[in-house]
């Protein structure tokens, strides 16, 4: 099981419905077009990610198989992969982002 190929599935399939992930309420495009701008990554943050992603397959908290899917969405040596990404994947990996900098601070990762 791929946690988050299972939640990129799902983004995806929101976005692609234009309906919101939590409420499956329609997404007025001024909403996507703010998203779609403001959802890059910039090295730091992809640095960041990666370091983070290692950290928690470390502590057990993530598979072999979620941590290299992670790492192949990132790719490698800067942010152009991720950038030209599928919007769901760059909000999935926002939200998985927050998630392990949260655990970075509790001292958990």
Known sequence: MNRVLEKVQKYTDCLNRGVRIDNGQPIPEAD???LQRTSDF????????QSL???ALLAGLMSNEE???IYDLLGEGG???INSAH???RLVLTNLHLELLNLAKK???
Do not use: C, H, P
């Open 32 to 34: 996507l077009a703010e």
């Open 107 to 109: 001292g958990k990762i």
């Open 53 to 55: 992603k290692s950290r």
């Open 67 to 69: 941590a290299q899917y």
């Open 87 to 89: 919007l769901a994947v």
């Open 79 to 81: 942010t152009d992969r």
């Open 42 to 49: 910039n090295l730091q943050e992809v640095m960041s990610l």
